[in-house]
């Protein structure tokens, strides 16, 4: 029996249990357990967990699970998460450096819960008639649909997620809508197999298909099920994205001890 200590995190309702692992005193947990702990109802209760490791080069080594206990692609939301509790824990100085499974990342911390990440850039984006592909750190297919609210996100998302093209490596599904200035999105995400409240990379996705056709920087407010977020970047090319920051707040819910 092991006892962690654990620190629950939430970044517009995309919400993550975090652990301090710098010692690598959990480097014990398997996908299993990673899996019960994310359960809503006989665990914590999580869209993902994420361990926060030691690095040589940088501030911090972000590692990161989805619910299904399996490691996943990079979480946006969840960066951002991971930079508040890294903050929190007093490693660097406001501005931190971390590596996580899709390379380096940069990262600004504005007031108490304010966590501005930078992504990785983007230099291929595949339209279809009805949709964008593209990867933003993790795999995202994109629609734009007229009522974003009367989608039926879980089955809609499933389909794509499963059909012929997608199923063995699985994709995130976002449905987007024009709203105000910006965008409204609802992400299906693979790994936790339902829609959540937010999706950060998703998010990501969704802004840079919904930028103009001029080749410039692009500020665009995303509100999700969760909140609000904006993502600013500079459109280089026809399908290339530099600069892009993905900004919003990363909020600790609670910290607790569970035994495992």
Known sequence: MHNIHFYKYQGT?????????????????????????????FGIGADG??????????????????ADGREGTMCGNGGRCLVAFANKMGVGDGNLYFIAVDG????????????????????DVEHGPLYYYLNTGSPHFVKFV????????????????????????GTNVNFVQK??????????????????????????????????????????????????LEVRFTKTGERTFENIWLCGPATL???GEIAK
């Open 179 to 228: 709203f105000e200035s910006g965008i409204f999105v609802r992400t299906y995400e693979r790994g936790v197999e339902d829609e959540t409240y937010s999706c950060g990379t998703g998010v990501t996705a969704a802004a840079l298909t919904f930028a103009g056709a001029e080749e410039k920087e692009y500020i665009v407010p995303v509100q999700t099920l969760g909140g609000q």
């Open 13 to 41: 309702g995309n919400d993550f249990i975090i652990m301090d692992n710098r010692e690598g005193q959990y480097d014990w947990l398997t996908d299993e357990q990673v899996n019960e702990l994310c359960d809503r109802r």
């Open 104 to 123: 380096e990342h940069e990262a600004t911390i504005d007031g108490s819960n304010w966590v501005n990440l930078k992504m990785q850039n983007v230099d």
């Open 146 to 169: 007229e009522d974003v609210q009367a989608v039926d996100v879980f089955n809609e998302g499933r389909g794509i997620r499963y059909n012929d093209r997608f199923a063995a490596e």
């Open 49 to 66: 967990l994420m361990l926060l490791n030691k690095s040589e080069d940088y501030d911090f080594a972000m590692k990161y699970y989805n």
């Open 253 to 255: 819910v609670f910290e």
